[in-house]
């Protein structure tokens, strides 16, 4: 896992982040997987750390397979 960045980098993105957790805290978030997304190693690290990161922040995310690239292989 990648460092985020400088501790003042990291205090401004918890800053600028505030009002959406506050926004959707206990609130179920439907998130399109799909596309490169799906195929990218490192696009698969990163979004699994943002749904876990909602999920600690008390976010309940759900994910629905977006399946288009799959869908058009057949």
Same mark, same amino acid.
């Given at each position: 896992?990648?460092?985020?960045?400088?501790?003042? @980098?990291? /205090?401004? %993105? %918890?800053? @600028? +982040? %505030?009002?959406?957790?506050?926004?959707?805290?206990?609130?179920?978030?439907? *998130?399109?997987?799909?596309?490169?997304?799906?195929? =990218?190693?490192?696009?698969? =690290?990163?979004? /699994?750390? =943002?749904? %876990?990161?909602?999920?600690?922040?008390? *976010?309940?995310?759900?994910?629905?397979?977006?399946?288009?690239?799959? +869908?058009?292989? +057949?």
């Amino acid at each position: 896992m990648q460092n985020v960045g400088k501790p003042m @980098e990291q /205090a401004t %993105l %918890l800053i @600028e +982040s %505030l009002p959406y957790i506050r926004r959707f805290y206990n609130k179920t978030i439907v *998130i399109k997987y799909g596309g490169h997304a799906m195929v =990218d190693e490192e696009l698969k =690290d990163l979004f /699994a750390r =943002d749904v %876990l990161m909602m999920k600690y922040i008390g *976010i309940n995310p759900v994910v629905v397979h977006g399946g288009a690239p799959r +869908s058009q292989a +057949s």
